[in-house]
């Protein structure tokens, strides 16, 4: 068992973290309790703790001088500091006391059983391997997370000096981003979980060869610090964009939620963060499409690109043609456009970055149009590759010429206006109708919110997925009737539907007779 001491000077929170958790569960004894730092230390002189929960703020020795005393003359001990106050300032205090945790007291009965369970699981790998761990990951985490909420917030608290945050962060903030995800989902799940963590593999995934830090803002922004070793913010941004796009791509086929991103310019001093924040939330206002992104232009920026026409005007103009399928009005709308960009052939790099934004922007008008593109997304990242490496702006007309005839085009069969998950739904039907077919068998299969999947496919299709199901099975049925293998008892078991009356019942109302009678009508 692991011996716990509490000090907390409030004794309804006191007897609250006593009755209120279960600590035979955690394999824990409390074998004090103490209303201040002056009875915990005399408690300590003559009995065996193996872990402090304290408060922060008590009468006349706080719970962050407790730390220090403890740390000095039992450093086998752990800390867990149970606090009202989630200011940065205290839990930098924490770290320099080689405090465990930090848990803030509001949601004490939720969290704290969590992080003694992971501290109590430490304390036995120590007391058998007879050594010290560093502070845990996520420990680290909350405090990051707590750093930069506070540098991008007026909080009235002492920051750390810039030499501490750069060590605390992992990272020399020199050329960096501030990238701003808001988040639109189509129904908040009721576990944080079912959709935080699914965003975070994604974003990790996708910035994995890049310097970044991202975390929760709130349940609905997603913020990230990427940095660069250089300073060419050209080449930087181009980086960026192209890993939002892929991310764009991958939210637009696969999730079930919306996405817009804002990117703020380049800064070099991690003192202008609250700055580059406000730069990126900013420019989010300018955003026309669900699932797009925005990249900031401060006024001396956009004078020297007064003359481009504006990424909306350019995407409107672009799909108006495509959707006309007229490729000499498409060509020469393409050719007014460029005769534009002429002027500023000086700021070739920024017109890149452009058109790289104009064609994110036509893939998600195409997505959300529900245009079905065998193999879309590598469609898209080849187009942006060979953006990135084009040469002359002459080069650049001819990728955009060459996408939109692709684009009209297409071979616009039956499933044209189908989205992709329409059709994966479809191909998971065909390879599962024999046995049990569940909505969220499915959704969990391509990774979206069932209710999503639902709407979506009985706005795309006119059905629900179980009367398509249905629909599947009784056409197969009917094939298998029409052969003389097979008994009509075993047909709906084969079909996946093992109940003969109900076999009976579905078919009958589909086909309009019963399955006997269908057999015997064929034979």
């Known amino acids: 068992m692991i011996n716990v001491l509490i000090v907390e000077d409030e004794s309804i929170i006191r007897k609250g973290i006593v009755c209120l958790i279960n600590w035979d569960d955690l394999d824990c004894k409390i074998d004090g309790e103490c209303s201040n730092a002056l009875d915990a230390i005399e408690f300590l002189e003559s009995n065996h703790i193996d872990l402090i929960i304290t408060d922060i703020v008590m009468p006349q020795i706080s719970g962050l001088e407790l730390c220090k005393h403890v740390n000095l003359n039992y450093p086998n001990i752990k800390i867990i500091i149970l606090s009202a106050h989630s200011d940065f300032s205290y839990a930098q205090m924490a770290i320099k006391n080689k405090v465990g945790d930090y848990i803030i007291k509001s949601n004490f009965i939720k969290e704290l059983p969590l992080s003694v369970a992971k501290t109590c699981a430490l304390i036995k790998e120590e007391h058998a391997a007879k050594n010290t761990t560093p502070l845990k990951e996520e420990y680290i985490n909350k405090l990051k997370f707590m750093l930069v909420k506070n540098l991008i917030e007026d909080n009235p608290i002492d920051l750390p000096s810039e030499k501490d945050c750069i060590k605390l962060l992992g990272m020399n903030l020199q050329n960096y981003y501030i990238i701003v995800s808001e988040i639109e989902y189509m129904k908040l799940p009721e576990q944080k979980d079912d959709y935080s963590k699914p965003i975070e593999k994604l974003y990790n995934t996708a910035l994995n060869e890049l310097e970044n830090i991202s975390l929760w803002v709130d349940n609905h922004t997603f913020l990230t610090i990427i940095n660069f070793n250089d300073n060419n913010s050209i080449a930087n941004l181009q980086k960026i964009v192209l890993v939002i796009n892929h991310i764009l791509s991958v939210v637009n086929n696969y999730m079930s939620f919306q996405l817009n991103i804002g990117i703020s310019k380049q800064h070099n001093n991690i003192s202008h963060i609250k700055q580059a924040y406000h730069e990126a939330a900013l420019t989010l206002n300018k955003l026309f499409i669900d699932n797009s992104l925005s990249i900031y232009e401060s006024t001396r920026d956009t004078t020297k690109t007064d003359s481009l026409p504006s ?55 195409i997505i959300e149009n529900d245009l079905n593109i065998k193999n879309l997304e590598q469609f898209e990242n080849t187009v942006n590759s060979n953006i990135l490496q084009s040469k002359s702006l002459n080069s650049l007309f001819v990728i955009m010429q060459n996408w939109g005839l692709k684009v009209m085009h297409l071979d616009k069969t039956v499933n044209f206006n189908y989205n992709i998950l329409v059709l994966k739904v479809n191909d998971y039907i065909k390879d ?15 990774h979206v919110n069932s209710s999503y999947l639902s709407r979506l496919y009985k706005k795309q ?36 539907i093992d109940d003969p009356a109900y076999f009976a019942n579905i078919f009958t109302k589909h086909v309009g007779v019963s399955p006997k009678n269908y057999k015997l009508g064929n034979q």
């Not at 060509?331 to 058109?355: G, P, R, V």
């Not at 024999?434 to 068998?441: E, G, Q, R």
């Not at 398509?468 to 009784?474: D, F």
């Open 432 to 446: 599962n109708y024999a046995s049990v077919v569940k909505l969220n068998d499915i959704a969990s299969a391509l």
């Open 311 to 365: 990424q909306k005007e350019v995407v409107q103009i672009i799909m108006e043609q495509i959707q006309n399928g007229n490729q000499n009005e498409y060509i020469s709308c393409l050719t007014n456009i460029f005769n534009k960009y002429i002027d500023n052939t000086d700021n070739y790099d920024k017109i890149k970055i452009e058109i790289l934004i104009i064609i994110s922007n036509c893939f998600r008008i």
């Open 461 to 496: 299709t006119g059905d629900s997925i179980i009367t398509t199901v249905n629909k599947y099975r009784i056409n197969k049925a009917k094939e298998l009737l029409n052969t003389e293998n097979y008994l009509v008892s075993e047909v709906g078991f084969l079909v996946g």
